[in-house]
């Protein structure tokens, strides 16, 4: 990069946490650190020790470690019957929140003096206060927002010494009823620009394409002078493909501004035969925006950006690129096994790609916005996304939330609605619908291209409030909502914004109250929801309902139901929290994809129930479904569109199969074998290559197998892991629901022949090798290369 344009640099390394609260001199809660430097209280000058001076890590007082963002601290601790966490019981995953504080030392080079310095967070839990050289900086309340400081005025640059910043986390008052997590559980960032430079989030771009097979590209950038004298410049950009950088078009414009002033500058560039974007096809384009002072590079931001139509028809649906496109979507909270809400980027694009490999076309981040990461995966792998508020609220925090929100994502092609809340209990009433009429001409003003809408479990009738966005959510609008309010409102745009609220856990095929687990015949249906299987032939038989977010992709921490403790997740998922599919996947997979398909449940070891009936299913796509017993036809049936199949099988050991047909012809199959004694650990990586940027990650599946190589569907066994080399195990586990084992621990107990081991690159090169043992069983190792950055 040239000098003069600006730096970008992740915050991520080398800070230390300390887990409680700390003294806190109330003259610096003010911001007034002056009064504090030669202070005698012993306790004020513990803090300053802390906030202001440079001290080395060995120095500092007992309570601090080392870690690495993003960190939710919550999977170190220790589950406790306590059904007061969180905002309903259980709702945090019987985890304490609590209180953390963040410290990190770093430099400024001489260099930087005059530039314009910022600290951004894209994440931290609660409610945060940062402190830089002991000045106060700046408090925020709200988890899921992005937000940014200028730290300019209080650093140290080159010789005046090290800088040091202090981060305090609240995370006692909780949003969601959901696990939340505690920390700085996203990225950090460090930034350095010219006095004059691009706005934050002050790229904009819009397409519309044209009859003849071109697009127009509108592109609005905002530059502001922070500087006290006029500062003359050239805007210029360029269009190029992502893919190979090939150049699609450029242009200038010339401008002036005097100091502390903003302007926005204006460009329409014209593309020929534009690649759309869609999920099958996610190509994008990449708008490079450079501020020049003569020769002089000053400042420059990269815009991804896709070229696509999207339209909510009154008859039709969705439709992508001016063609019919049912969403088939998931709603997802962010928390995964082993790192709680502290999401490297390369478990977002595993759970993406688990749920793109299912059929999904279409994510929801429930109930706020996402994580950066996710939006460019989403980007790049192809998924469309229904971006959240938090919240109902109109006040000046909530119109600041709702702004910062999309002006940050309003560039993503994938992102194709806004919904503005999420079950409110002010929907369909008078006030509820004036606050979502604000939040919605604030959406409409920030960006006009894409509809508003909410996500309604009542009130679709009354009030106007379905009236104040352009499309009303049903949140379980099987009930009969999907139909009255298509009777009474014919125009209505619809959208069944979460469907299904189906609970099974993985490889259980009989409820048990007591170790809290729910059938995977699926049978455990709370009143609210439905199969989906109703979900989806819903959409089918009414165009109009565009599509559904399944409740959930995944299951998540907290808010278990319908049991509580010993519980500490949910059951909702096609998949539990390690990504193991359950038979519930396959059934949306059937549902989803062309590809011929069947899939058998249950397992087939019942040594208990020899001679007697034993459910049997299939889910498949297929015209027919013949079913064997150790070679025996037990007869073929045709298959109703849709929905699965049953049958009664006598049990009797060996082999199980089901061959899905198409036109008479087998084109599918499935098989349960019995399976025999636990005798070996296998080791599957999702990927045998890391960056060694010290972020990478790799998900390690493990498996319990019989001596012929069978899963054993009941193996509980105890696997320990070891991990030599240039990484480190950053955390596991195995998707019981009820499992109080710690996360971040180096063993964990198999769930039904399965556990996770997630393992992270450190920086620089080399190789992986990830152990596991278990008493009795053959052990297995998995080789995982490290490239440097």
Known sequence: MTDGARSRQYFDENWFFHKGDLFIPYAVKGGMTGGLTDCGNREEGE????????????QMQEGWEPVQLPHDWCPEGQFINDPNMGSRAGSHGFLYAGIGFYRKKFTIPAGQLGKKIEIGFDG??????????????????????????????VLRYGEEGDNIVLVKVDATDHEGWWYEGSGIYRHVWLQ???????APYGTYVTTTIGQEGTAVVSLETKVMNEGEGKRVFTCHTLISERAGGRKVAEQSSHAALIGLEEITIGLTLKMDAPELWSPEHPFLYIATTELYEEDKLVDRVETRFGVRTIVFDKEQGFLLNGNHYPIKGTSNH???AGVGVAMP???IAYKLTLLKEMGCNAYRSAHHPPSPELLDLCDELGMLVMDENRKLDSSARGMDELKAMILRDRNHPSVILWSLENEEVLEGTVMGARILRSLSQLAHKLDPTRPTMAAMNHGWSSGGYAEAIDIVGYNYGHRGADVDGRRKNPDRLILGSESASYTTTRGIYEDDPVKGYCTEYGTNIPSWGCSPEKSWTDVLRHPYLTGIFVWTGFDYRGEPTPYEWPCISSHYGMMDTCGFPK???????????????????PHWNWPEREGEQVKVAAYTNCDSVELFLNGRSLGERMVKPHYSMEWAVAYEPGELTAVGKIGGAAAAESKRRTAGKPHAIRLEANRIALSGDGADVAAVRVTILDMSGNVVPYADSLVHFQVEGAGKLLGVGNGNPSSHESDKASSRRAFNGHALALVQAGLGHGSITLKATAAGLHSSEVVIGVSAV
């Open 47 to 58: 803090w300053l020790d802390i906030a202001y001076v440079d001290k080395e890590a060995q």
């Open 124 to 153: 931290v839990t609660g409610r945060s206060t940062v402190w830089v050289n002991g000045h106060l900086i700046g408090e925020r309340f709200g988890g899921y927002t992005s937000f940014t400081y200028d730290i300019t005025d």
């Open 192 to 198: 350095a620009t010219d006095l004059l430079h691009i």
């Open 334 to 336: 962010q928390d995964f």
């Open 345 to 347: 980027k390369a478990l």
């Open 583 to 601: 038979d519930v996947y396959y059934l949306m997979k059937a549902l989803w994809v062309d590809e011929p398909i069947v899939h058998l449940l």
